[in-house]
Nanobody
Framework: VQLVESGGGLVQPGGSLRLSCAAS????????MSWHRQAPGKEREPVAG????????NYADSVKGRFTISRDNAKNTVYLQMNSLKPDDTAVYYC???????WGQGTQVTVSS
């Protein structure tokens, strides 16, 4: 079982990034997936979630209207489109298989001018 995130980096405030999480080793289409983030000195927090079929999504209040979670079950991949990024969005972003102990290794997102 493996989750591999990619797409992080350094971006200026107001910019955009698209994170990807490639899954393998389990039946991806059977599981809801989520993105979480952890900023320095803070606890890990949920950012967004998506149902197994992709028909239902949910977001933290802090990212509503700016972030969009989606998935492609044919590619075993879940995405997080992040727009209008703010310095407070700086964190390590993790992909997670809901209801399991499966976590990715994380990808760093830094929002700074």
């Amino acid at each position: 079982v493996q989750l591999v995130e990619s797409g992080g980096g350094l971006v200026q405030p107001g910019g955009s990034l698209r994170l990807s999480c490639a899954a393998s080793g389990f039946t991806f289409s059977s599981y809801a997936m989520s993105w979480h983030r952890q900023a320095p000195g803070k606890e890990r927090e949920p950012v967004a979630g998506i149902s197994s079929a992709g028909s239902s999504t949910n977001y933290a209040d802090s990212v509503k209207g700016r972030f969009t979670i989606s998935r492609d079950n044919a590619k075993n991949t879940v995405y997080l489109q992040m727009n209008s990024l703010k310095p407070d969005d700086t964190a390590v972003y993790y992909c997670h298989t809901v209801g399991t102990r499966n976590w990715g290794q994380g990808t760093q997102v830094t929002v700074s001018s």
